[in-house]
């Protein structure tokens, strides 16, 4: 129920955004229409439409987004000719006949006073077909969990429910706008003109979304800042994002969220270890299950191989295997992919041998031992008793110690309390952090997670937007604030990545922290491909990072995180330029 009250206030607060603006003139083009046959049925049109579209986009992959494009298509003709009819009735009904008659029994110009609701109902599939509202962060986390937990009722009614927030404030809007339009017909007798200005808002709204407007610079414009307010709801009720990788915590144990627990027979619990089926592969061990682990303390870790919050977590959990798994550990690490190619076998592989990770590993591809744990974040640690009842977890990095205590504290137990059965050296482990597994300068942290793929990406600042899944030639502005980015050269701008067609092309970012990160992979053949770097224009020197040189140059060579630059003094804005001499495929940026 709460995250039902979330989605609609999330939704009512999208009469706010400019992203609205596009489906306004096909809402208002009915306000002066009886509101129950014709704006009422509308609405939920376009609510039910929305739903359901959203969900198929968000759990079916690439054929529904496909799918989609021909439908906004359709809906983009229909529209249109809707326009048409109240600008040019008598010119439309001699060129077009048949189709503007379509379009004549939609926009119901020949009986008024009786609209009908069957085609008020097909206007509104038809907004709902192209509405694209800006995904801030309560539409954010509604689309992340669709994702992540698949098709399911809970599903489609936390989508229908953003849907209905946003028709309740357009039913507002158009109560208000019928009153204004019934005015200005009475007291100036305009009602053709009216109409026909409509008709212009109409056919300029068709337009706009099929250049991309809706989804390109009207998401980047904040008339109203409801990112700042959806984030104060999610905190206010406490909502998390499934599956939102914690980039920069504050510090030690500042993920260590509350879980839902029992205390039976004096002992704290999380409740049961839920089954390890459905990894479509398992690394250095065969499958493991919860009733084959009955007697053994288990670690269970949550990560991805170009997760950097993973990568400094990670000397931590190899060095509690290597010193506790002969006295009855046993880690699990659970490979819960981010990006597609985290999903290739080989891949994995290759990032779990030149990671030294000796333990089991399960690929998670579909998330279902993540959906049995209920996780959140990446990375995640549950630690489960000899009992198999989860005991005790933490979230993101951080609170190492209070980590090893806990599994020394069950190992005891495990052992009938003797903690003459343990290891005589209760030093905490030191491992090796340097490189990338060095710990984040959170207090220098000014900059977030950002994506290039068009599905998450903010602050885009490339002049006219993304163009989706087309090539497109891109320019830097000259100057970038804080935290905007640009492209430069021909790139394709895809859900989760941007792919460099065309060797030359450039990724500039303005951003204040002590590391940069950037997850690279290079293009579907394989070749690798060159880059320099730069910073404020010139060449890194000293503060290069782990994979390029003082000169600034590199190769990807695999699909991964690279870090590009390190600060060794003291941390200010910055500007990061890195130029690709070949084609390349870049993903997500990371800071610490």
């Not at 229908?160 to 039913?171: D, E, K, Q, V």
Request: glycine share 12%.
């Amino acid at each position: 129920m709460t995250f039902l009250i979330l989605a609609y206030l999330g939704g009512v607060l999208t009469i706010l955004s400019p992203c609205i603006l596009p489906v306004l003139p096909f809402v208002f083009a009915r306000a002066d229409q009886p509101f129950v046959r014709s704006g009422l049925p509308m609405l939920l049109g376009m609510a039910l439409t929305f739903a359901l579209v959203a969900t198929l986009a968000a759990v079916g992959g690439a054929w529904a987004v496909h799918a989609n494009v021909y439908g906004r298509w359709l809906a983009l003709l229909i529209l249109a000719l809707f326009g048409l009819t109240l600008l040019l009735p008598r010119v439309a009904d001699r060129l077009m006949q048949p189709l503007v008659a379509l379009g004549a029994r939609l926009s119901n110009r020949g009986d008024a006073d009786a609209p009908s609701t069957l085609s008020s109902v097909v206007l509104g599939i038809g907004t709902g077909l192209l509405w694209a509202p800006c995904a801030g962060p309560i539409l954010g986390l509604v689309l992340t969990g669709a994702a992540l937990h698949g098709a399911n009722i809970g599903t489609f009614g936390l989508l229908l429910a953003y849907a209905a927030g946003a028709a309740t404030s357009l039913a507002l809007a158009l109560f208000v706008g019928g009153r204004v339009f019934g005015a200005l017909k009475r007291s100036l007798g305009a009602g053709e003109w009216v109409r026909r200005g409509l008709g212009v808002a109409v056919l300029v709204a068709v337009a706009a979304i099929a250049l991309g407007a809706d989804t390109g610079w009207l998401t980047r414009l904040s008339l109203a800042r409801t990112n700042g307010v959806e984030q104060s709801l999610i905190d206010a009720i406490g909502a998390r994002s499934p599956g939102a990788a914690p980039s920069a915590p504050a510090g030690e144990g500042a993920m260590m969220a509350a879980k839902p627990h029992a205390t039976v027979d004096g002992v704290r619990s999380e409740g049961e270890l839920p089954p390890l089926d459905g990894a479509v592969a398992w690394l250095n061990s065969p499958p493991l299950t919860r009733e084959g682990l009955r007697g053994k303390v288990v670690l269970v870790d949550f990560w991805t191989y170009s997760c950097v919050n993973c990568l400094r977590t990670l000397p931590y959990v190899r060095a509690w295997y290597a010193k506790y798994k002969d006295q009855g550990l046993v880690v699990i690490g659970v490979h819960a992919p981010e990006f597609a190619f985290e999903k290739d076998e080989t891949n994995v592989r290759r990032a779990v041998a030149d990671l030294a990770v000796d333990y089991p590993v399960a690929l998670d591809n579909d998330y279902a031992i993540w959906r049995g744990f209920n996780n959140e974040y990446w990375p995640a640690h549950y630690f489960i008793d000899a009992q198999g009842r989860i005991r005790h977890h933490h979230f993101g990095e951080g609170a190492y110690e209070q980590s090893e205590t806990w599994i020394r504290e069950l190992l005891e137990e495990a052992r009938g309390g003797m903690p003459g059965a343990m290891p005589m050296d209760a030093q905490a482990v030191q491992p090796d952090t340097s490189g990338l597994a060095l710990a984040p300068a959170n207090a220098d942290v000014g900059s977030p997670e950002t994506y290039l793929g068009y599905e998450r990406a903010e602050h885009f600042a490339s002049p006219g937007g993304a163009v989706h899944d087309a090539a497109h030639d891109y320019a830097v502005p000259a100057t970038l604030p804080l935290n905007a980015w640009g492209l430069a050269g021909t790139w394709t701008v895809a859900d989760e990545k941007a792919r460099l067609d065309k060797p030359g092309g450039r990724v500039v970012f303005r951003f204040h922290a002590r590391d940069l990160n950037l997850v690279l992979g290079p293009m579907a053949d394989g070749k690798p491909a060159r880059f320099v770097v730069r910073i404020d224009g010139a060449r890194p020197g000293d503060d290069h990072g782990v994979d390029t040189d003082a000169d600034g140059q590199g190769t990807v060579t695999q699909q991964k995180l690279y870090q590009l630059y390190r600060a060794k003094g003291a941390v200010n804005d910055r500007t990061f330029e890195i130029e690709f001499l070949d084609p390349v495929e870049a993903f997500a940026f990371t800071f610490g």
